[in-house]
Nanobody, 115 residues
Framework: QVQLVESGGGLVQAGGSLRLSCAAS????????MGWYRQAPGKQRELVAT???????AYADSVKGRFTISRDGAKNTVYLQMSSLKPEDTAVYYC?????????WGQGTQVTVSS
């Protein structure tokens, strides 16, 4: 089992930046893939970015060039650096750990981008 704790959300003006953190309860290198998802009001949860145990990354088209996913193995933490934020990035952001058989979620952190 994996516990995930997100932090770093908040209110920011359009064009601003935020960094989200996701601290895992076990080595992130032992987890198949870590990712960030988001869910806006009235919309389905969508994938934002993922990073595999080998370090490969993937991004949703809507955030490519603006968001960067990274990790710190010593801290068992995955980050999402968000830049050039837009009002449409407003959502609850969730950290996910995909352990092949099981999928674990954090509690979510709110990101609000004002225009």
């Amino acid at each position: 089992q994996v516990q995930l704790v997100e932090s770093g959300g908040g209110l920011v003006q359009a064009g601003g930046s935020l960094r989200l953190s996701c601290a895992a309860s076990k080595s992130i290198f032992s987890i198949n893939a870590m990712g960030w998802y988001r869910q806006a009001p009235g919309k389905q949860r969508e994938l934002v970015a993922t990073i595999s145990s080998g370090g490969s990354t993937a991004y949703a088209d809507s955030v490519k060039g603006r968001f960067t996913i990274s990790r710190d193995g010593a801290k068992n933490t995955v980050y999402l650096q968000m830049s050039s934020l837009k009002p449409e990035d407003t959502a609850v952001y969730y950290c996910n750990a995909n352990d092949v058989i099981f999928s674990y979620w954090g509690q979510g952190t709110q990101v609000t981008v004002s225009s």
